[in-house]
C-alpha cells in the first residue's frame, strides 16, 4: 500500500516535470517539485542531481542549494563518500523548512537519505560494503533522532544520553 502511494507520487510528479507544458497549462509548483526530488528512489535522487548540475531552469523556485554536507559527522567516513547523499538530504531539509512543512516530510526525508548511503555503499568492493552499510545505518539513526533540533522530542534526548552514558 504505502509503495504503491509512494510509487503514484513519483508518477505523478515525473508528469508534472516531464510533460511538455500544454498551452495556457501552469508549471509545476515548488512543492511538487520538490516532493518528485526527494523520494527514495533512485530515479529521483538522479533527477534532483541532473537538476544540482544544472540549476539554471530551476532558478524561478528559490530553491536553496546550500549544504554543509554532514554537518559535524565526517563526509568521508573511512573512506566512504557520503558527500553526495548528505547533500540530497541537507537539500531536502532547508526546502521543506522554506516551505513550512517540515514537520510533515522528516522522516521521509531521511528514508531518502539512507536509500541514498546505500545505494552509495553498492559501488563500493563486497569486501568493504558491510562496514558502508553499518556506517550508512549509524548516518541514519542520528538524522532520524537528531536531524532538527525542532523535530526532537526532548524526552527522546533524555533516553537517547541515558542509553550511551
Known amino acids: 500500500m504505502v509503495l504503491r502511494r509512494t510509487l503514484a507520487t513519483v508518477l505523478t510528479a515525473a508528469a508534472l516535470l516531464l510533460a511538455p507544458a500544454a498551452a495556457g497549462a501552469a508549471a ?19 533527477a534532483w542531481n541532473a537538476a544540482r548540475l544544472d540549476r539554471g531552469p530551476w532558478e524561478s523556485y528559490g530553491f536553496d542549494w ?10 568521508n567516513p573511512l573512506g566512504f563518500d557520503f558527500t553526495l547523499s548528505c547533500w540530497h538530504h541537507d537539500f531536502g531539509y532547508r526546502n521543506y523548512k522554506d516551505l513550512g512543512t517540515f514537520d510533515a516530510n522528516k522522516a521521509r526525508l531521511d528514508d531518502m537519505f539512507y536509500a541514498d548511503l546505500k545505494r552509495e555503499c553498492a559501488t563500493y568492493s563486497v569486501s568493504v560494503q558491510a562496514a558502508c552499510y553499518s556506517l550508512a545505518w549509524i548516518y541514519y539513526q542520528a538524522v532520524s533522532i537528531f536531524g532538527s533540533l525542532e523535530a526532537v522530542n526532548p524526552s ?10
Open 28 to 46: 509545476p509548483t515548488k512543492a511538487q517539485v520538490l516532493l518528485s526530488w526527494t523520494q527514495t528512489t533512485a530515479t529521483s535522487t538522479q
Open 66 to 75: 546550500t549544504t554543509d554536507y554532514c554537518s559535524s559527522s565526517p563526509d
Open 156 to 165: 527522546d534526548v533524555d533516553r537517547t544520553r541515558a542509553l550511551v552514558g
